[in-house]
């Protein structure tokens, strides 16, 4: 352990490794970035076997440095399965679950809830998570919406996760936008204006997201909504009944949403419109925050 620790302390890659992307960065030994890259080798463009090369191909690009994974890199569609770590779960319970995939590249663990009738899980957000925690940009008792492909909501107890719930909404507009009958409606960009704002109050309040969605072509066939306006009401209906879904945690917190801007702001505004304060995170300073507090503990 003591060998492996004076190497890391030299310095070290993290990647954040996701389905369909990869971010990696390196480390120098007083914990700052210094070099990254980001491409779209995400974990299912990898084939059979072809993550050694895929690991090669990383340090070939920020140097010969020990390697601190996470994210679908763990799944049992990437390189090595780490188990999952069940909540409640903190950077301490993590870093004591790491994998080992070799002497040199160790994989951080998801998290899983069991609970309340269901079950879920997560790979990739619990660093982001934690580390929002450890780096004080969050408090150690929390509400947090993480939107993405699959938007997590997460309650934060004593600085761990304490539960957390899962919503599908940018998969689901991702299907719709491609596979549905309302597919050439909702090929124009989606803007936090009043069209949005209006369809997620009116999801927020109201649970009838199925036949609002049809009415978004019903709405433009008869001259009552603009062609250009469909795909931000869509997003409205989808992303506010995301936000009614996670505040149904008896909170009155203030909520901190953590991602990429282009998402966090449309979620502020939809749970404005839920009268509910809201403060926007960026996720990647929050990896880089939680990946450094469990490489402290390696």
């Not at 070290?12 to 700052?32: E, H, P, Q």
Request: proline share 3%.
């Amino acid at each position: 352990m003591g060998g492996k620790s004076m190497r890391w302390a030299d310095g070290f890659i993290a990647v954040d490794w996701g389905t369909t992307n990869r971010r990696a960065y390196l480390i120098d030994s007083s914990g700052k970035r210094t070099q990254e890259f980001e491409d779209s080798k995400g974990v299912l463009s990898i084939p059979d076997g072809g993550f050694p090369a895929a690991i090669a191909e990383v340090r070939d690009k920020l140097g010969d440095k020990p390697l601190l994974l996470a994210g679908m890199i763990g799944s049992n569609r990437g390189w090595k399965e780490a188990p999952y770590v069940a909540c409640p779960a903190g950077i301490g319970e993590l870093a004591q679950k790491l994998v080992w995939a070799g002497e040199r590249e160790a994989i951080v663990p998801g998290v899983s809830y069991l609970g309340d009738g269901r079950a879920d899980v997560m790979r990739g957000e619990e660093v982001q998570l934690l580390g929002a925690v450890a780096s004080s940009l969050v408090e150690s008792d929390a509400l947090v919406c993480h939107p993405g492909t699959h938007n997590k909501w997460t309650v934060l107890h004593n600085a761990r996760i304490q539960s957390f719930r899962t919503v599908m909404t940018g998969e689901l507009f991702s299907l719709l936008k491609e596979h549905s009958i309302l597919a050439d409606l909702l090929q124009g960009k989606v803007d936090d204006n009043d069209v949005f704002r209006g369809a997620a109050h009116h999801a927020i309040f109201h649970e009838s997201l199925p036949a609002g969605l049809f009415s978004i072509r019903a709405a433009v066939l008869l001259g009552q909504m603009k062609r250009e306006d469909a795909a931000s009401f869509a997003s409205g209906l989808l992303i506010g009944t995301d936000v009614r879904i996670g505040l149904a945690v008896p909170t009155a917190a203030q909520v901190m949403v953590m991602g990429r801007p282009e998402l966090t702001g449309l979620y502020v505004a939809a749970l404005n419109e839920a009268k509910r304060e809201a403060v926007e995170l960026d996720g990647e300073q929050c990896f880089l925050a939680g990946i450094l507090e469990i490489a402290k503990r390696i």
